[in-house]
């Protein structure tokens, strides 16, 4: 019954190639996230949607392309993977986009491209 | 752009031995300060939420306090349970949550 879950959890892949991670949460909240930590532990925000709709898309390759096909699912599409790419990624929800709401993450997928 | 620092990077403790942790901001408006708890291999969990200056949270041995500059987080007699990374965070802007982490404080307590 995890609340926020991502597949799959290591992903190893090689340069050039192109590569999903899927998100699903359960807890009914309409806002999803996808958050990189890189080596140096420092988590930054990806992309935001509230209801379907991006709401957040920060300053990201668009080689990164996040798709919502609904409430409960956001997915991350990566195209032509490059070293740089390496982290874990996060992904995470929240009911709303209030203050009040906190975000649950999910566990982290760890790409390391190669 | 908002910033967030967090000291120290790392600290290890005595089981019993009580201390804290900063988080000092830059922000333009505060719109909620955030502290997470990060286990290795696991996402980050929510611990606290704080809104404006002077205010205090509490949860168990952990409690969070704020200041205009900067938010603490006191750990209290800390049990070996309580190693992790404990992150802080500020929103960065208003009708949404874009959070702004710092770079984490690595805790250890020994028994």
């Known amino acids: 019954d995890t609340a926020v879950s991502q597949t799959p959890k290591y992903l190893v892949t090689q340069m050039g190639n192109d590569k999903s991670i899927k998100c699903e949460q359960n807890?009914?909240?309409?806002?999803m996230y996808w958050y990189k930590q890189d080596s140096k532990k420092f988590l930054k925000i990806m992309f935001s949607y509230n209801n379907k709709e991006l709401i957040i898309n920060e300053t990201v390759p668009n080689r990164f392309s996040p798709k919502s096909p609904d409430k409960a699912h956001l997915n991350l599409h990566i195209n032509s993977l490059e070293l740089g790419d390496s982290a874990v990624y996060f992904c995470a929800s929240s009911r709303g986009t209030g203050m009040g709401s906190p975000l649950h993450f999910g566990n982290g997928t760890r790409l390391t491209v190669t | 752009e908002d910033q967030v620092t967090q000291s120290p990077e790392a600290l290890r403790l005595q089981e019993g031995e009580s201390s804290s942790l900063n988080c000092s901001y830059t922000v333009s408006g505060l719109r909620g300060l955030f502290w997470y708890r990060q286990d290795p291999g696991k996402g980050p969990e929510f611990l606290f939420t704080?809104?404006?200056a002077g205010e205090e949270k509490e949860k168990e041995r952990l409690k969070a306090t704020l200041t205009k500059k900067e938010s603490f987080l006191h750990i209290t007699a800390p049990k070996p349970e309580d190693s992790a990374t404990y992150l802080c965070a500020v929103n960065e802007i208003q009708g949404a949550q874009k959070l702004v982490f710092g770079q984490g404080t690595r805790l250890t307590i020994n028994p």
């Open positions: 807890l009914g909240h309409d806002t």
């Open positions: 704080l809104y404006s």
